[in-house]
């Protein structure tokens, strides 16, 4: 099989990304335009401002991508887009766009799931390095800013598929870190302020209690089936919003809200705050607090994913999406896998955030098995991954 050069383009949320990947093993360019200076006045994701600015950069960022790539258009063998999860809005810019380059170039068009993306992220940076020898079964934890979702991949030939064995019951293990830095007043995205702020605090001063998964039978009450799934076998769901709700009145108890308003205002104040700012405003139980947020989602994160992967005798681990960027996270599952003997592969930073280089990554088995997208396919924002 001669390579295939595949051009991928992401806009399902924040940030607008075109890559080409040669034969899903190595990348050639990779080139994201962030929209966080957009939504960060607003501590979270604009929809409308989203597809506002994914239209402003998306033809400069493809031309980028093919330009750092030394490619053209027609050089290309395939277009890869994703399909969904995300915003709607979002998603139709970069779908758009795809299909008006495979119809005026005459070449093929392929849909991507973003979670298959996030997985085949992964894949990409091992074959990258050379590791093409993948034990089956994989559990891939895919924990970004709208997923915390656990999945059994297999591959049969060139195709591949997922199951779900878990997923967030509320909120998304990104959205909580969003959701509390907010709450503190340190701003947007609250993943990697808090990821650098915590090794400043405590991370034993605050308990938060564990997550409780209830489920209620259509009577209202506890079924106890709730950690099964229909064939009896247990699922491992996750739940953040219980940790949010034990921050507000932690925030509330200890009257911190004048401290959280000062703050607001004062990194408001500062373009771009670096590292100093965020500490020069934070007192010591502020950081405390943070430090001990972030123990309590990364034990609860590997405590459940480690729990799934020896339920399912799994032979390899991927850690992968957003959160997948957190050091301390990062560490606890490397840990956890030493001790299991099970291998845990990650991407790069880089890689665990939104990029277009997975998208065309996972694009390839695609292109292999003719997988082809027709030309009226739309955008879906709640996109399931099998
Ligand atoms: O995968 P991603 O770029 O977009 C989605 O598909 O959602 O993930 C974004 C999420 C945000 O919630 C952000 O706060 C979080 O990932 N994030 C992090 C870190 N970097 C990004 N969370 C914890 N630690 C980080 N270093
Ligand atoms: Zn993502």
């Given at each position: 099989m001669p390579d295939a050069y595949i051009l991928g383009i992401e806009s399902s949320c924040d940030e607008t990304a075109a890559a080409v990947v040669r034969s899903g093993e190595q990348l050639i360019s990779n080139v994201v335009a962030s929209?966080?200076?957009?939504?960060q006045p607003y501590g979270g994701v604009v929809p409308e401002l989203a597809s506002r600015e994914h239209l402003r950069?998306?033809?400069?960022?493809?031309?980028?991508?093919?330009?750092?790539a030394k490619h053209t258009y027609d050089s290309v063998d395939a277009i890869a887009v994703t399909q969904g999860p995300g915003?709607?809005?979002?998603?139709?810019?970069?779908?758009?766009?795809?299909?008006?380059?495979?119809?005026?170039?005459?070449?093929?068009?392929?849909?991507?799931?973003?979670?298959?993306?996030?997985?085949?992220?992964?894949l990409l940076e091992e074959r990258q390095k050379g590791?093409?020898?993948?034990?089956?079964?994989?559990?891939?934890?895919?924990?970004?800013?709208?997923?915390?979702?656990?999945?059994?991949?297999?591959?049969?030939?060139?195709?591949?598929?997922?199951?779900?064995?878990?997923?967030?019951?509320?909120?998304?293990?990104?959205?909580?870190?969003?959701?509390?830095?907010?709450?503190?007043?340190?701003?947007?995205p609250g993943g990697p302020i808090i990821d650098r702020l915590s090794p400043f605090g405590d991370p034993k001063a605050v308990k938060f209690p564990p997550a409780q998964i209830k489920h209620r039978d259509r009577r209202g009450r506890h079924d106890g089936k709730e950690l099964l799934h229909d064939d009896g076998r247990p699922r491992f769901d996750f739940s953040y919003?219980?940790?949010?709700?034990?921050?507000?009145?932690?925030?509330?108890?200890?009257?911190?809200?004048?401290?959280?308003?000062?703050r607001r205002k004062a990194l408001a104040a500062?373009?771009?705050?670096?590292?100093?700012?965020?500490?020069?405003?934070?007192?010591?139980?502020?950081?405390?607090?943070?430090?001990?947020?972030?123990?309590?989602?990364?034990?609860?994160?590997?405590?459940?994913?480690?729990?799934?992967?020896?339920?399912?005798?799994?032979?390899t681990l991927f850690?992968?999406?957003?959160?997948?960027?957190?050091q301390e996270l990062r560490q606890a599952f490397e840990r956890a896998g030493g001790s299991q003997g099970l291998p845990v592969y990650f991407p790069s930073r880089p890689l665990s955030t939104d990029n277009a280089a997975m998208i065309a990554a996972a694009a390839y088995?695609?292109?292999?098995?003719?997988?082809?997208?027709?030309?009226?396919?739309?955008?879906?924002?709640?996109?399931?991954?099998r």
């Amino acid at each position: 099989m001669p390579d295939a050069y595949i051009l991928g383009i992401e806009s399902s949320c924040d940030e607008t990304a075109a890559a080409v990947v040669r034969s899903g093993e190595q990348l050639i360019s990779n080139v994201v335009a962030s929209q966080i200076a957009t939504h960060q006045p607003y501590g979270g994701v604009v929809p409308e401002l989203a597809s506002r600015e994914h239209l402003r950069a998306i033809v400069p960022v493809v031309r980028q991508a093919l330009a750092e790539a030394k490619h053209t258009y027609d050089s290309v063998d395939a277009i890869a887009v994703t399909q969904g999860p995300g915003l709607a809005g979002a998603l139709l810019v970069g779908i758009s766009y795809a299909k008006a380059l495979a119809f005026a170039l005459d070449k093929p068009l392929i849909a991507v799931n973003h979670l298959e993306g996030h997985i085949h992220a992964v894949l990409l940076e091992e074959r990258q390095k050379g590791n093409r020898d993948l034990q089956f079964p994989v559990l891939a934890l895919v924990v970004s800013g709208g997923h915390t979702h656990l999945y059994l991949a297999s591959q049969s030939g060139d195709s591949w598929s997922y199951e779900n064995i878990g997923h967030t019951r509320d909120d998304a293990a990104g959205e909580a870190f969003d959701k509390v830095a907010k709450l503190l007043g340190l701003g947007y995205p609250g993943g990697p302020i808090i990821d650098r702020l915590s090794p400043f605090g405590d991370p034993k001063a605050v308990k938060f209690p564990p997550a409780q998964i209830k489920h209620r039978d259509r009577r209202g009450r506890h079924d106890g089936k709730e950690l099964l799934h229909d064939d009896g076998r247990p699922r491992f769901d996750f739940s953040y919003s219980g940790i949010k709700t034990a921050m507000l009145r932690y925030i509330e108890a200890n009257q911190m809200h004048p401290a959280i308003e000062a703050r607001r205002k004062a990194l408001a104040a500062v373009t771009n705050p670096k590292l100093e700012d965020y500490c020069a405003n934070c007192d010591q139980l502020t950081l405390d607090l943070v430090a001990s947020f972030q123990r309590a989602l990364v034990d609860d994160l590997v405590g459940r994913t480690m729990a799934a992967a020896k339920a399912h005798d799994v032979a390899t681990l991927f850690v992968t999406g957003g959160v997948a960027a957190n050091q301390e996270l990062r560490q606890a599952f490397e840990r956890a896998g030493g001790s299991q003997g099970l291998p845990v592969y990650f991407p790069s930073r880089p890689l665990s955030t939104d990029n277009a280089a997975m998208i065309a990554a996972a694009a390839y088995p695609k292109f292999l098995s003719k997988d082809f997208a027709p030309m009226d396919f739309s955008a879906e924002a709640g996109m399931l991954l099998r």
